[in-house]
């Protein structure tokens, strides 16, 4: 049998709806909205995974106790969505980046020198986390490479 995790759509539309505990018409509507969207059989019916009833209730949560529209709740989930994408990727930098400076064979962070102007346009360099030296200015720039990765 094939592992299942949060993410494998068992439950039929009417499971669903009483695990979430709402209509099913409403799940429908949901789905029609772009809200919760389930995944299909091969005959077109609905399958829910347990993330996607965790999400509907999520969804019936911000609707009936915070008394947001059902396009702010689209609009939460996208950028819900967004941040998750965004740190996903950061992740992937990340990795990126440290394989790349173990390749290098540095010791330093790769991010370990600051850039930083003053009032009369001299560049100052520093260390990550010190502030700049002669000058009265606070600004702090870092700088990062635009090398290709």
Partial sequence: MASMDDNTPVYVISVAAELAGMHAQTLRQYDRLGLVIPSRTRGGGRRYSARDVSLLREVQRLSQDEGISL??????????????A?????????????????????LAPPLSRVFSVTSTGDVLTGRLGERPRHTQSQALVLWRSSRAT
């Fill in 71 to 84: 396009a702010g709740i689209a609009r939460i989930l996208e950028l819900e969505n967004h941040v998750t």
């Fill in 86 to 106: 965004l740190q996903s990727r950061v992740l992937e930098l990340t990795a990126q980046l440290d394989a790349l400076s173990a390749r290098s064979g540095s």
